[in-house]
């Protein structure tokens, strides 16, 4: 029988036989579904995205001559770092449905949702949505829709919200949802002409034995403009391990939740100041678990130490900042892939992470990181623990990472997922032209 380690290699072996990049542009209509990250329009009427969903649109764009989207539309003004997307050569058509708020409301929506939906799917010949949303995934009208259209269905998993943490306690409703949310992405991504995922493991569990016509990208936002070369990352390096600094420095970026492990990482930080372990430990974001955080920064201030840095903005203020550290470290207990390891990569710096689904695809234990069991904050503990031994074989593996980050930018995500449309409409074509060619 095929284990999930080789099936993964052959997701990604498969994909490095395509990732030259698109040799053309695609002209077909494509309709892009987005529901959960709305656009703005200011007073002058020009349509601005975030930052980082703002910078993925425009890469739609390069490849993509007849894009439309559907997602909510704000009208106001829009975040000072906001992405003006009518600079862009190809201009965006928006198809605008109004936002979610609530299960009640998005009821009385969903007539309206539907509609445009339909007329969207309509006019396109490629259909790109994923199988999340809350209180009502619109992904799953829009795939309904395009398979009664028969329209060519692409479907996209970076994540699996739905599914309960093992020993989780939840109520009857929650688990009810879990177990639909399931089976209908099951079902949807089973008549998908061409299904993508972040990660092995969704590849394996959502499509079953047909898991050969999936293909896996893990997400990423870095270019390869932010890839340090070898020799600037050795340099960083040299500096680091000479700089007489007796601590290991640590470096935590992501939201304040549970589900980003925070409460393990405060566990571990506890068992280390108790054996006075030198070690500083960064925390980098914001969240539910803020307070915790800062009674730990309080706790924790001498061989083991604990500091709040608040945010920074993605880009160059974010990978100087990682330059600084001789690791981050993940400890996720939810199955997603964070982008945040790529980033890290990009700097040569290695990833310490639990070992999930979405961490183990992307974090390679004795090549680019460390790997511990969820939840486990001793042994994370174990791996934090300082000694000249430990930094070095963290520089061996940051070093060993940039190469993992040239191959994973944003741009190479785009290139493997474009060329792979490119392939199905030209299989398609030929189909056709043999199909009117019999007598």
Not at 258 to 263: F, H, R
Not at 316 to 334: G, K, Q
Not at 367 to 394: C, H, I, M, V, W
């Amino acid at each position: 029988m095929e284990s999930a380690a080789d099936n993964e290699q052959f997701a990604f072996l498969h994909f490095q036989t395509h990732s030259s990049g698109p040799s053309d542009v695609i002209s077909n209509p494509y309709l892009l579904v987005v529901w959960q990250m709305p656009l703005y329009r200011d007073a002058s009427g020009r349509l601005f995205a975030d930052q980082l969903w703002g910078v993925d649109l425009l890469r739609h764009l390069e490849y993509l001559t007849a894009l439309s989207i559907v997602c909510p539309c704000l009208n106001q003004t829009p975040p000072p770092d906001a992405v003006c997307l009518d600079s862009s050569p190809n201009r965006l058509n928006v198809i605008e449905v109004p936002v979610q708020n609530s299960f009640l409301q998005s009821l009385r929506l969903t007539p309206r949702i539907i509609l445009a939906l339909w007329r969207g799917v309509r006019n396109a010949d490629i259909v790109h949505t994923g199988i999340e949303g809350w209180p009502i995934p619109i992904g799953w009208i829009a795939a309904s829709i395009t398979l009664m259209q028969r329209k060519i269905l692409l479907i996209n998993v970076e994540s699996a919200s739905w599914r309960l943490q093992p020993g989780s306690k939840v109520n009857w409703k929650v688990r009810l949802r879990s177990i639909i949310h399931e089976n209908v992405g099951c079902w949807l991504i089973g008549r998908t002409d061409l299904p993508f995922f972040t990660q092995d493991e969704y590849r394996q569990s959502l499509l079953g034995p047909d898991s050969a016509r999936g293909f896996v990208i893990p997400a990423s936002w870095i270019d390869d403009a932010d890839v340090v070369s070898d020799d600037e990352a050795e340099r960083l390096w040299q500096n680091k391990l000479h700089s007489g600094e007796s601590r290991l420095r640590i470096l935590f970026a992501g939201r304040l939740t549970v589900k980003k492990g925070v409460p393990v990482l405060l566990q571990s930080i506890r068992l280390l100041a108790e054996e006075d372990q030198a070690i500083e430990l960064d925390i980098l974001g914001e969240g539910d678990l803020e307070a915790d955080c800062k009674e730990a920064c309080r706790m924790f201030t001498g061989s083991t130490c604990v500091r709040m840095l608040g945010t920074v903005s993605y880009g160059a203020p974010l990978f100087h900042l990682l330059r600084n550290y001789d690791a981050i470290v993940v400890p996720n207990i939810s199955d997603e892939q964070p982008r945040i390891v790529f980033d890290a990569y990009s700097q040569g710096i290695p990833v310490i992470a639990s070992d999930t689904t979405g961490l183990r695809s992307c974090v390679h234990e004795g090549e680019t990181g460390l790997l511990f069991p969820p939840g486990d904050f001793a042994a994370l503990a174990n791996l934090l623990r300082y000694s000249p031994e430990q930094r070095e074989k963290l520089h061996r593996l940051g070093i060993s990472s940039i190469k993992l980050a040239r191959d994973m930018t944003h741009r190479t995500m785009h290139q493997r997922r474009a060329t792979l449309i490119q392939a199905l409409l030209h299989a398609r074509n030929a189909e056709n032209v043999t199909s009117v060619g019999v007598p």
